[in-house]
């Protein structure tokens, strides 16, 4: 399935003054659980996918551990996770009054693993060969089927 995209006029006007168009990413209504992907990874190795869901939850409690001790988690081929923290609209005057009560929430940053390509500078393996499709186009599409039916 390719990545779906919808057209987004933005809010705020460019440099010559038009309220610009821009490709926005959408979500597809499915999701991948952890049992989806569980079935599939027994799919593909000896596993069974009871064995593989018990990997998968122990992979994201020993996760959850190593990020809330300030550290990040790399998995070798997929990328990096680091926490972040917001602390936005809660500043204050000084250094000494910095509290970890100034934190609005915390949030987990994934940075996919990257390859650096002298000529072509960074590139992300994981998007190779990515597909896009406009939303519209497909739900056009459909409406055309339909018709011709």
Not at 31 to 51: K, N, Q, W
Not at 66 to 78: I, P, Q, Y
Request: glycine share 6%; hydrophobic share 30%.
């Amino acid at each position: 399935m390719p990545l779906l995209y919808k057209a987004v006029q933005s809010n705020m006007a460019s440099e010559d003054g038009e309220n610009k168009w821009y490709p926005h990413l959408v979500k597809s209504s499915k999701r991948a659980t952890t049992e989806t992907l569980a079935e599939e990874i027994a799919r593909r190795s000896s596993l069974s996918p009871g064995d593989v869901h018990n990997v998968i939850q122990n992979l994201t409690d020993c996760m959850r551990l190593h990020l809330l001790n300030s550290e990040s988690v790399h998995l070798d081929g997929f990328g990096t996770f680091t926490v972040k923290a917001s602390s936005a609209g809660n500043g204050v005057s000084t250094a000494e009054e910095v509290s970890h009560k100034q934190i609005n929430h915390l949030t987990v940053h994934f940075t996919p693993r990257y390859k650096r390509i002298p000529t072509m500078g960074v590139r992300y393996p994981m998007f190779y060969g990515a597909e896009f499709v406009r939303i519209d186009q497909i739900k056009n599409k459909s409406k055309k089927n339909q018709e011709n039916k």
